[in-house]
């Protein structure tokens, strides 16, 4: 990798993820893989959300963004909540480009509305909008183009093709494969043995 990594783990191991090690460096990585790889189980480790049985992931002093919306304990509160919620966490958090997101990909007629009001492709538009404003130094996404309209996923490729040149952040991206039309700074396919 020819820039310095900024998220890196060292024989990580847990469930499917066996004796990993890697290191991502600024820009736009991809984790990729078949269901059950342990792409989702990666970056709640890369997050701190669950806890390796072996290994050690070594984070960045900017933080790490990571959120998952999907589940009932969400429900209740509502879009222009939630953001408000995550933002005090972020420092560098980025209300122009949250508002800038929100507009493009349809998201202001709804901050009002609870998330159990909204279809699986608006909420998780909420995630990937709170991801790209958080100004973490590493932002996780799983799956952002899931559930989602032709037209947003335009706006957030569009975002990526930005990140993508950006030298001191970076964006750790998990779905299924790899994309073609997106300069990648990494791709880890757990597919792969290592």
């Known amino acids: 990798m020819s820039a310095p990594w900024l998220i890196q783990v060292n024989h990580l191991t847990c469930g499917p993820i066996q004796n990993l090690s890697f290191a991502w460096p600024s820009g736009v990585g991809w984790i990729c893989g078949d269901e059950g790889r342990g792409k989702t189980t990666l970056l709640r480790l890369l997050a701190g959300d669950v806890h390796p049985a072996a290994g050690q992931v070594v984070t960045p002093a900017g933080g790490v963004f990571w959120v998952d919306l999907q589940d009932a304990t969400h429900d209740d509160i509502t879009v222009q909540a939630c953001w408000d919620a995550l ?10 480009l949250l508002q800038d997101l929100a507009e493009e990909l349809g998201m202001t007629q709804h901050l009002d509305k609870r998330l159990s009001m909204l279809s699986a492709g608006s909420r998780r538009k ?30 957030i490729h569009e975002f990526f093709q930005e990140a993508a040149e950006h030298t001191s952040r970076a964006w750790i991206v998990a779905d299924y494969q790899a994309p073609n039309d997106l300069p990648l700074a990494s791709v880890l396919n757990l597919d792969t043995p290592r």
């Open 126 to 155: 909420v995630m990937v909008v709170a991801a790209l404003a958080s100004g973490a130094t590493v932002t996780l996404l799983d799956q952002p183009f899931a559930a989602l309209d032709l037209a947003s996923v335009r706006v």
């Open 87 to 96: 933002r005090a966490h972020y420092p560098r958090w980025n209300q122009d």
